[in-house]
C-alpha cells in the first residue's frame, strides 16, 4: 500500500490493558516511519506484524514520557537483532543526550548509525525532503516544546494507458516524457499527446499529526485540507478545566480544529486513562465534525 498509518498506541501518560501510550507507524511511499515511541510500543509492533529493520526515520514529539520512553528498548531490539542500515531520529534538544546517556553508563552501543536532527522549539521546518514524501514540523502549545508533523507524498507521475501505447506503437523511450504531461513531436511531424496515452495520477496524501496541545488555531494553516488529521483529544467537555491546566485538548475542540482547516478525515487519540472506552469524545467530536474517527490500538488508516 502507498501511504498508510497503524496506530501502534492510542492512549495518554499511563497505559491501560486497551491502550498503550502513544505510537504510530507510516508507511508512504515506501518511506517507514515512527511517530513518537511510548512505553511499549516494540510490544505493539511485534503484535501488528510491524517490521523492526524497515525503519527509515523516527520522530519525536516532545520529551514527556509517554512519547519517548519505548525508544531506547526499540534501539537496543534492533541492534541485537543485527540491524546495520542507519536510522534518522528526529526529536527535541535533550533527546540524543538521553539515549547517550543510557549507553554511557550501560557501557553499550549500536551496531549502526544513528543521525540525531535536533528541531528548534519555535520554528516551522522541513525536517525530511525526498524525491518521494516530504517530512515538516510546526509547534505546539503545550507545558514543553512540542511538534507536530505533516507527511506529505510527493505527486506521482501519470499513469501509462498501456492498450493506447501498444495500438499506437508508441516508442519506449517517449513513455518518460509523456507521463511527466510533456507531448512529444516526432520526425514526421506528428505529436503524441500526453492527455491521449495517460491516466491522471491520484491527488498527493497528506497526513498531519497534532501530538500533545492546548487548544490552538494558530496551527490550522499547518495542514489546511490535509486528507486525515490526527489530534489529541485526552478529555471530554466535562473536564475542560482539566484540559486547559495541562494544556491538553477536549475532542470537540479537535474537532474544532478540523472544522477551521477544512481537512477531510479527523483522527482522534491520546484519551485518558480515566476513561474506559473514547466513546463519550468521538460523540462530542462528531457533533461539530462528522467526519471524526477513533484512534484504537491496531487500527490500520489508509489514505
Known amino acids: 500500500m502507498s501511504f498508510s498509518v497503524r496506530i501502534l498506541g492510542s492512549g495518554s501518560a499511563v497505559p491501560t490493558a486497551r491502550r498503550n501510550p502513544t505510537s504510530q507507524y507510516i508507511q508512504c511511499s515506501s518511506r517507514h516511519i515512527l511517530i513518537d515511541c511510548g512505553e511499549g510500543t516494540q510490544l505493539q509492533m511485534r503484535k501488528f506484524g510491524v517490521k523492526f529493520q524497515k525503519l527509515d526515520i523516527i520522530l519525536i514529539s516532545h520529551l514527556h514520557g509517554d512519547h519517548y520512553f519505548g525508544l531506547m528498548g526499540l534501539l537496543s531490539t534492533m541492534h541485537l537483532l543485527g ?12 533527546l540524543k543526550e538521553i539515549v ?13 548509525d544513528i543521525v ?32 507536530g508533523f505533516t507527511i506529505t507524498e510527493k505527486q506521482k507521475e501519470a499513469k501509462l494507458i498501456k492498450a493506447q501505447i501498444e495500438q499506437d506503437n508508441v516508442l519506449v ?14 520526425e514526421d511531424g506528428n505529436v503524441l499527446r500526453s492527455e491521449d496515452y495517460t ?8 497526513y498531519a499529526f497534532c501530538s500533545d496541545t492546548a487548544y490552538f488555531p494558530e496551527v490550522v494553516n499547518e495542514f489546511l485540507g490535509a486528507d486525515i488529521l490526527y489530534h489529541e483529544a485526552t478529555f471530554t467537555d466535562k473536564y475542560v478545566d482539566r ?3 495541562t494544556m491538553h485538548s477536549t475532542a470537540s475542540e479537535a474537532a474544532n480544529i478540523a472544522v477551521r482547516s ?10 485518558s486513562a480515566r476513561f ?10 462528531r457533533r461539530v465534525f462528522t467526519e471524526t474517527y477513533l484512534a484504537e490500538d491496531g487500527d490500520e488508516i489508509r489514505l
Open 83 to 94: 540491524r546495520l542500515k542507519e536510522l534518522l531520529i528526529f526529536g527535541p534538544k535533550g
Open 100 to 112: 547517550d546517556l543510557q549507553l554511557k553508563h550501560g557501557n553499550g552501543g549500536f551496531g549502526y
Open 116 to 147: 540525531f536532527k535536533e528541531m528548534d522549539s519555535n520554528t516551522h521546518d522541513m525536517l525530511f525532503e525526498d524525491n518521494k514524501i516530504a517530512i515538516r514540523s510546526f509547534p505546539l502549545k503545550h507545558k514543553i516544546s512540542t511538534h
Open 173 to 186: 523511450e517517449h513513455y518518460h516524457l509523456l507521463k511527466k504531461g510533456i507531448d512529444v513531436q516526432l
Open 199 to 206: 491516466e491522471p495520477a491520484p491527488n498527493a496524501k497528506v
Open 243 to 245: 484540559a486547559k491546566a
Open 262 to 271: 477544512a481537512v477531510k478525515k479527523l483522527l482522534i487519540g491520546h484519551i
Open 276 to 285: 474506559d472506552t473514547g466513546e463519550t469524545h468521538l460523540l462530542e467530536a
